[in-house]
């Protein structure tokens, strides 16, 4: 087996571990929101939440560095050694504070401080992968298809939802926790968190689609 190949495996087992287990938070959601359960009840739910999305919040950055690696190895975008390093460096340190930020610390100043460069690097990459995208629909470079290049503009659209989604959960935390006041406004907030998630799957079904098909 040639290295393209081991690395589409683990494209396609990653973007497994990405949106199954989303269906396991999605499944914590509706308990989370539901009023009738007790505050402990649902906060044993969030905790499971948070937990299983540990997979999907992993598999979103690695899958980034997979597809471009293989993008490159395929010839749909020119990746010198430079760049390849860049990709799989970015890669680990993001991966690096999606570990650390919502798992391995505490609550404090330096959880502060990472969750903001967290933050910072979610938006850089949105606006790195939309650029790319679309600049490469209009001049036709450095992709050079154009499935490709709407591909990752969707890609850029899901790490804003994903963005949009982490304020919401904070939002959720706090309000079991009695930190920002009323329970009821995980319940008020819930349908249209629930269209973001569906419009979330939706979005994901079409990149697999654009890269299993590749129909332009």
Request: glycine share 8%.
């Amino acid at each position: 087996m040639n290295t393209y190949i081991i690395l589409d495996f683990l494209h396609v087992l990653l973007f497994a571990y990405w949106l199954g287990p989303d269906w396991g938070v999605f499944v914590c959601g509706r308990r989370i929101a539901n009023p009738d359960l007790s505050r402990e009840e649902r906060m044993r739910f969030l905790r499971a939440s948070v937990a299983i999305d540990f997979f999907p919040r992993s598999s979103i950055v690695l899958i980034i560095a997979v597809g471009l690696t293989l993008a490159g190895l395929g010839g749909y975008i020119s990746l010198g050694p430079v760049l390849l390093i860049l990709i799989w460096t970015v890669a680990a340190i993001w991966l690096a504070l999606v570990w650390f930020t919502g798992y391995v610390l505490q609550a404090g100043p330096l959880k502060m401080r990472l969750d903001a460069a967290h933050v910072m690097l979610r938006h850089v990459m949105t606006a790195v992968l939309l650029g790319v995208g679309v600049y490469s629909l209009v001049v036709g470079k450095p992709i050079v298809t154009q499935w490709l290049a709407v591909k990752l503009i969707l890609v850029a659209i899901l790490i804003a939802m994903g963005s949009v989604l982490r304020v919401i959960v904070g939002s959720w935390v706090s309000d079991l926790t009695g930190v920002a006041g009323s329970e009821g406004a995980i319940a008020r907030s819930y349908p249209s968190t629930r269209k973001l998630v569906i419009t979330f799957w939706l979005v994901s079904i079409s990149i697999a689609f654009l890269g299993v098909t590749k129909p332009f």
